[in-house]
């Protein structure tokens, strides 16, 4: 246990100290980047006063939940096609979705400015097969960055699922035949139940980057897209409001941290052997 110790509190210093020092920053008095050595109320109360800062936050909170649930959306099916395929091509499935983590998130946004703008890929080729009329404003709204977001997070939410179906035994699905279960019945009644850990923790942690992603709105939204992550980027380094900033900071961890208890309540109810233990 002693052993241990030195370990712990070296931990606790490196992760915790500095979550410390930005909640205590809300409460100086720092003018343009120099603390003017006084106490203030002014970062926080702004912030929890002014309706503005409400409306960023809960556009953040759509964002992060629009983009978790896309995610889900396309990741499931990929993670069960990857389940059912066998030999190379069960290989060829898992480089397609690890390709990508082995690009930076600021290469990839600048490979979706040239996708989706008036003159990119997409809108010429919706053009070319006779989709639209005129190109669709892809760049700077809040379709380009929810496309942007939910691409770059996607193996977050396809890797946990692939590693919660292959734990699935082929005797249940076996089983479920046997008893006179149709394969749509199996999916939704023995397969789905199995991997809602797996979805547990895609769905958490896609939810969290996506609420504190920071590049991708930034970029793909433009200076008028207002999120949480840019708002604080440009209070703090334009604005040089540090205390405000480690006030919005600060909300923004509450908020994920909130965020992942809730998620954690849902999911354990869920759970159908949570309920069976319940009755």
């Keep these: 246990m002693l052993g241990a110790l030195p370990a712990v509190l070296f931990t606790a210093g490196m992760l915790g100290l500095p979550l410390v020092l930005l909640f205590v920053l809300g409460f ?15 970062g926080y109360a702004s912030v929890f006063t002014d309706p503005f800062y409400a409306q960023v936050f ?42 990508p983590l082995l690009t930076s998130t600021l290469v990839r946004t600048f490979g979706w400015l040239v996708i989706l703008g008036r003159e ?86 896609v939810f969290i980057l996506a609420f504190s992603e920071f ?12 999120s949480l992550p840019v708002y604080i980027y440009q209070t703090m380094a334009t604005l040089l409001d540090w205390s405000r900033g480690a006030a919005l900071a ?8 909130l965020a992942v208890y809730l998620l954690q309540l849902l999911f354990k109810g869920l759970s159908p052997w949570t309920r069976t233990a319940q009755k």
């Design 28 to 42: 100086l008095e720092i003018d343009r980047g120099v603390f003017t050595g006084h106490i203030s109320m002014h």
């Design 58 to 99: 809960l556009r953040t909170l759509l964002i992060a939940i629009g983009v978790t649930l896309l995610c889900l959306m396309i990741g499931y099916p990929i993670a069960y096609v990857f389940y059912r395929a066998r030999g190379r091509w069960k290989g060829a499935i898992l480089l397609c979705v690890l390709a």
């Design 120 to 205: 990119g890929f997409l809108n010429q080729s919706l053009l070319a097969l006779g989709l639209l009329k005129s190109p669709v404003e892809f760049l700077f709204t809040l379709k380009g960055v929810l496309i942007g977001m939910t691409q770059v997070l996607l193996p977050y939410m396809v890797l946990p699922v692939m590693a919660s179906l292959e734990t699935i035994s082929p005797v249940l699905e076996e089983a479920a035949i046997n008893l006179g279960a149709s394969k749509w019945q199996t999916f939704w009644q023995v397969i789905i139940p199995q991997t809602l850990p797996g979805i547990a923790g895609g769905v958490t942690l």
């Design 215 to 226: 590049p991708v709105p930034a970029l793909l939204g433009g200076a008028t897209f207002k």
């Design 250 to 257: 600060s909300m923004l961890l509450i908020g994920s941290g």
